[in-house]
């Protein structure tokens, strides 16, 4: 492609790749072998392994790809706007996946245990079911439940302080003060991890110490769901802020082109609002 093409073209297209393909494949192994693991397939964890590697090599090379083609000033205006749009649509439908677990929430508190309690003795659940929230649990497996100000107020604190550093990184980087972008975004990393830190010794005391488990009834399923899928995408959010970090330690990103540190920081800002929802409704309340 001569200059003058470079300097007219609306849209950059890259060369056909084999990596929308073997990343297809390698997630239908991955699905496949869960599905096969839960169902007590022993051969089910080797298939989904089989299908989660090259699913990494995918995504480490395909990004690779996007960061040299965005080094090497592809990326314009329209390219932008692609990336833009594609990052929003894909919050939107974060947003609709936490809406529907906190959907399923809502109907079991408000609408199934009620119901449930209202029935005769002989369809409840089981013996001595009452509407009550949190349920107790079934005979032989009582629970108590999380201190929402305990390691569930920590951790909000440091989500919400995570907010502030991760703006206060955009802020240096908008006005091209590296130290202080370094500085802010490797705190928000280490407020990340220190969040899944707490929430990993949650999750152990609450099955050694507290009887609190998947098995405990419907309060046990649904506060692992939520709380669990929670900690999967602050544990996505903390690599690709690692990955940034990384990035802007190697000299990368300009005041005026930086929508890679920008898609994180709304993807973390994301985080942020559902782990509040997530303090007050399933914690708190």
């Given at each position: 492609?001569?200059?003058?093409?470079?300097?007219?073209?609306?849209?950059?297209?890259?060369?056909?790749?084999?990596?929308?393909?073997?990343?297809?494949?390698?997630?239908?192994?991955?699905?496949?072998?869960?599905?096969?693991?839960?169902?007590?397939?022993?051969?089910?964890?080797?298939?989904?392994?089989?299908?989660?590697?090259?699913?990494?090599?995918?995504?480490?090379?395909?990004?690779?790809?996007?960061?040299?083609?965005?080094?090497?000033?592809?990326?314009?205006?329209?390219?932008?706007?692609?990336?833009?749009?594609?990052?929003?649509?894909?919050?939107?439908?974060?947003?609709?996946?936490?809406?529907?677990?906190?959907?399923?929430?809502?109907?079991?508190?408000?609408?199934?245990?009620?119901?449930?309690?209202?029935?005769?003795?002989?369809?409840?659940?089981?013996?001595?079911?009452?509407?009550?929230?949190?349920t107790a649990g079934p005979a032989g497996k009582a629970f108590e439940v999380i201190n929402p100000w305990g390691i569930p107020a920590m951790n909000t604190m440091l989500l919400v302080s995570s907010g502030i550093t991760v703006t206060l990184a955009h802020e240096a980087l908008m006005h091209n003060q590296r130290k202080k972008l370094i500085g802010f975004l490797a705190a928000t990393v280490l407020l990340g991890v220190v969040f899944l830190a707490l929430q990993f010794h949650e999750f152990y005391e609450a099955y050694t110490k507290l009887g609190l488990t998947l098995g405990s009834g419907v309060y046990g399923a649904t506060f692992f769901m939520l709380t669990g899928l929670h900690g999967f995408h602050v544990t996505v959010g903390a690599v690709m802020l690692t990955v940034i970090l990384m990035r802007c330690l190697a000299g990368h990103f300009e005041p005026k082109h930086h929508f890679a540190f920008e898609g994180v920081s709304w993807y973390w800002h994301f985080v942020d609002v559902v782990w509040l929802l997530l303090f007050v409704f399933v914690y708190w309340l």
């Open positions: 492609m001569d200059a003058t093409a470079v300097a007219t073209r609306r849209y950059f297209v890259p060369q056909p790749s084999p990596y929308p393909v073997l990343l297809s494949f390698s997630l239908m192994l991955l699905a496949i072998g869960l599905g096969l693991d839960v169902n007590g397939v022993t051969t089910g964890r080797w298939i989904a392994g089989a299908g989660a590697l090259p699913a990494l090599y995918v995504l480490v090379a395909w990004f690779g790809n996007v960061i040299k083609e965005s080094r090497m000033g592809r990326y314009r205006t329209w390219e932008d706007r692609s990336f833009r749009l594609g990052m929003l649509w894909f919050i939107v439908s974060e947003v609709v996946l936490f809406a529907t677990f906190f959907g399923v929430l809502f109907y079991e508190r408000v609408i199934s245990v009620p119901w449930l309690a209202s029935l005769d003795a002989a369809y409840t659940p089981w013996a001595g079911f009452t509407a009550q929230w949190p």
